[in-house]
């Protein structure tokens, strides 16, 4: 059973940057596919992007594409979401999650993930 905290997230004005992080807990991160969610105020929790196990596969939805950034050390079973060029519309709550499933499709719908974090705050001021 994974555990997952995340850290990082805060107050930056808009086109500045942040770096969360997500610590997991057990022996088997890296048999786990990863991802990071976000969820507005007032609106439903979201896909953003997603990381295989071995990190050699990398998807996001198409708003965070190119200022977005998934990664993952596995010696230090922690996951990664550094985030430039932050705007506004990115203000949310930020969830990692860990799953098994390597589907395609499966990989971006919280379904497909078993554990989640406690969430971080990210705000971007205008």
């Known amino acids: 059973q994974a555990q997952l905290v995340e850290n990082g997230g805060g107050l930056v004005q808009a086109g500045g940057s942040l770096r969360l992080s997500c610590a997991a807990s057990?022996?088997?991160?890296?048999?786990?596919?990863m991802g990071w969610f976000r969820q507005a105020p007032g609106k439903e929790r979201k896909f953003i992007a997603t990381i295989s196990g071995i990190g050699g596969s990398t998807y996001y939805t198409d708003s965070v594409k190119g200022r977005f950034t998934i990664s993952r050390d596995n010696a230090k079973n922690t996951l990664y979401l550094q985030m430039n060029s932050l705007q506004p519309e990115d203000t949310a709550v930020y969830y990692c999650?860990?799953?098994?499933?390597?589907?395609?499709?499966?990989?971006?719908?919280?379904?497909?993930?078993?554990?989640w974090g406690q969430g971080t705050q990210v705000t971007v001021s205008s």
């Open positions: 057990g022996r088997t991160f890296s048999t786990y596919t």
């Open positions: 999650a860990a799953g098994r499933s390597s589907d395609y499709y499966s990989i971006h719908q919280e379904f497909a993930y078993d554990y």
